[in-house]
């Protein structure tokens, strides 16, 4: 499998640390408010990767992480009357009905929150300190950019040009302007937690760090994030890991492209800021993890009500492929193939291969897509009633198998309700006339559907489960 490489800008076949093990890190939301559809983009593209590993057999062990302390979480407490914690609890609870909406909140992911980490920040600033790559301010503790080496390789920027940059912020407390917060002073009202050098809290860019070094061992195989985050986030995560521990802080650097709304950048001055919940109020946040696995997660993708249109009805297409297939299933017979019934599963083999060299060429999950389209093209021309079951269960177990890679299809046929009625005056009339076995096997098909019928002195009732 080949990954594209951030650090060295460059497609390279990925080897992880442990032969049968993949660690991997993902920059996870500050949660101060509900997350946007920007931010669900490397959770979508980063969880599909995740979801490829164990398809091939990996033990994946998958971190996205909580900062739940923060100058824009203490912000919203102040603005909202109440505590830092409880706003980070409030989003907290929201990103993870959001992620369930995506098909992302799984019991395997760990989910650190960076305030259960306090300690071994304070540990890890002290090591930076012994170094002599970091140093006390009167209580905020600044890591020394002149220390580092190899600043700037992730981004590829120098810190020549940073320092005469004119966006570089002026701080007298500074030895570099370059130099950056690893531990704050505490200002009155202010959550904090004591430390050796008095009352504070963490800066942004240690949690991470920690976060992945208590987690995942020094070096981890893939990090990954927003390409915004390249610099100076995960710049200053790696010098300062990397000071520390004198390791590789990562192998492989991941970064997504990003999302435009209408062809333009989204920022709420302009009304076109959309947070995931509010696409779930006019579509089915799997439209919305579709969407975003429809374009090569490095490039740009814009979004637009028109895209989203087209991507609802693919993936009905989709369903409809899976659902005629279910149909089949349940009205065909096994019998020997004839040769030309053996060319099928060949051609399903083809499709497979096909989504797994996308797959293995960077996570090229639009073309992974276009595999699934050829499977449910395949059978929506060549099956029928008379096809052998066995072609029929191969297919559907590849269609099935595939899509649980990418996160979609998972749901089951919803019937309507004009159905239920019309297989429930079907059985009924069986009971009449005393046809049991059929009148049983309605109400068995009816309960695989997630439909329960009770018979009842005021005749039958159903309900959904």
Same mark, same amino acid.
């Given at each position: 499998?080949?990954?594209y490489?951030?650090?060295t800008?460059?497609?390279?076949?990925?080897?992880p640390i442990? &032969?049968?093990?993949?660690?991997?890190y993902?920059?996870?939301?500050?949660?101060?408010?509900y997350?946007h559809?920007g931010?669900?983009r490397?959770?979508?593209?980063?969880?599909?990767?995740?979801?490829?590993?164990?398809?091939?057999?990996?033990?994946?062990?998958?971190?996205?992480?909580?900062t739940?302390?923060?100058d824009?979480?203490?912000?919203?407490?102040?603005?909202?009357?109440?505590t830092?914690?409880?706003?980070?609890?409030?989003?907290i609870?929201?990103?993870?009905?959001?992620?369930?909406?995506?098909?992302l909140?799984?019991?395997?992911?760990?989910?650190?929150?960076?305030t259960?980490?306090i300690?071994?920040?304070?540990?890890?600033?002290?090591?930076?300190?012994d170094?002599?790559?970091?140093y006390?301010?009167?209580?905020n503790?600044?890591?020394?950019?002149?220390s580092?080496?190899d600043?700037g390789?992730?981004?590829?920027?120098?810190?020549?040009?940073?320092?005469?940059?004119?966006?570089v912020?002026?701080?007298?407390?500074?030895?570099?302007p370059?130099?950056?917060?690893?531990?704050?002073?505490?200002k009155?009202?202010e959550?904090?937690?004591?430390?050796?050098?008095?009352?504070?809290?963490?800066?942004?860019?240690?949690?991470?760090?920690?976060?992945?070094?208590?987690?995942?061992?020094?070096?981890?195989?893939?990090?990954?994030?927003?390409?915004?985050?390249?610099?100076p986030?995960?710049?200053?995560e790696?010098?300062?890991?990397?000071?520390?521990?004198?390791?590789p802080?990562?192998?492989?650097?991941?970064?997504?492209?990003?999302?435009?709304?209408?062809?333009?950048?989204?920022?709420?001055?302009?009304?076109?800021?959309?947070?995931?919940?509010?696409?779930?109020?006019?579509?089915d946040?799997?439209?919305?993890?579709?969407?975003?696995l429809?374009?090569h997660?490095?490039?740009?993708?814009?979004?637009?009500?028109?895209v989203?249109?087209?991507?609802?009805?693919?993936?009905e297409?989709?369903?409809?492929?899976?659902y005629?297939?279910?149909y089949?299933?349940?009205?065909?017979?096994d019998?020997?193939?004839?040769?030309?019934?053996?060319?099928?599963?060949?051609?399903?083999?083809?499709?497979?291969?096909?989504?797994?060299?996308?797959?293995?060429?960077?996570?090229?999950?639009a073309? *992974?897509?276009?595999?699934l389209?050829?499977?449910?093209?395949? *059978?929506?021309?060549?099956?029928?009633?008379q096809?052998?079951?066995?072609?029929?269960?191969?297919?559907?177990?590849?269609?099935?198998?595939?899509?649980k890679?990418?996160g979609?299809?998972?749901k089951?046929?919803?019937?309507?309700?004009?159905?239920?009625l019309g297989?429930? &005056?079907?059985r009924?009339?069986?009971?009449k006339?005393?046809?049991?076995?059929?009148?049983d096997?309605?109400? &068995?098909e009816?309960k695989?559907?997630?439909?329960?019928? &009770?018979d009842?002195?005021e005749?039958?009732?159903?309900k959904?489960?």
């Amino acid at each position: 499998m080949k990954l594209y490489n951030t650090l060295t800008r460059k497609k390279e076949e990925f080897k992880p640390i442990k &032969e049968k093990e993949v660690t991997m890190y993902v920059c996870g939301p500050t949660v101060y408010d509900y997350i946007h559809v920007g931010n669900a983009r490397p959770m979508v593209v980063f969880d599909t990767l995740r979801r490829y590993f164990i398809f091939k057999g990996y033990d994946v062990k998958y971190v996205v992480n909580f900062t739940d302390i923060d100058d824009k979480i203490i912000n919203r407490a102040n603005e909202e009357g109440t505590t830092a914690k409880e706003i980070a609890e409030k989003y907290i609870e929201a990103f993870i009905e959001d992620a369930k909406g995506l098909n992302l909140y799984e019991e395997k992911t760990i989910h650190p929150r960076a305030t259960d980490f306090i300690q071994s920040m304070v540990d890890f600033i002290e090591g930076l300190i012994d170094k002599g790559a970091a140093y006390n301010v009167d209580g905020n503790v600044y890591f020394n950019i002149n220390s580092a080496k190899d600043y700037g390789k992730l981004s590829k920027k120098s810190i020549d040009d940073l320092i005469s940059g004119a966006r570089v912020n002026i701080n007298e407390e500074k030895r570099n302007p370059m130099d950056f917060a690893l531990w704050k002073k505490a200002k009155e009202g202010e959550p904090y937690w004591d430390s050796p050098w008095g009352k504070g809290r963490p800066g942004w860019h240690i949690e991470c760090s920690v976060m992945a070094k208590s987690l995942l061992g020094e070096t981890i195989d893939i990090h990954a994030g927003g390409e915004d985050l390249q610099f100076p986030h995960h710049e200053n995560e790696i010098v300062q890991s990397e000071t520390l521990t004198e390791k590789p802080f990562a192998n492989y650097w991941l970064h997504n492209g990003m999302l435009t709304i209408d062809n333009q950048k989204m920022s709420k001055s302009l009304g076109n800021f959309f947070t995931v919940r509010d696409i779930a109020k006019e579509y089915d946040l799997e439209v919305l993890r579709f969407f975003l696995l429809s374009a090569h997660y490095r490039n740009p993708i814009n979004f637009s009500r028109d895209v989203m249109e087209q991507l609802k009805n693919g993936l009905e297409r989709l369903y409809n492929g899976k659902y005629n297939l279910e149909y089949l299933l349940n009205r065909t017979e096994d019998r020997k193939l004839a040769e030309d019934e053996k060319e099928f599963l060949k051609k399903i083999d083809e499709y497979k291969d096909d989504f797994i060299r996308s797959m293995e060429d960077d996570i090229n999950t639009a073309d *992974a897509i276009a595999s699934l389209f050829d499977i449910v093209k395949l *059978a929506n021309t060549n099956f029928n009633e008379q096809t052998p079951k066995f072609v029929i269960q191969y297919t559907y177990d590849n269609l099935i198998g595939l899509s649980k890679i990418l996160g979609i299809l998972s749901k089951e046929e919803e019937m309507l309700e004009e159905e239920i009625l019309g297989l429930i &005056e079907e059985r009924t009339q069986a009971r009449k006339e005393k046809n049991y076995q059929l009148a049983d096997q309605i109400r &068995e098909e009816l309960k695989k559907k997630g439909i329960i019928l &009770e018979d009842t002195q005021e005749g039958v009732k159903w309900k959904r489960i």
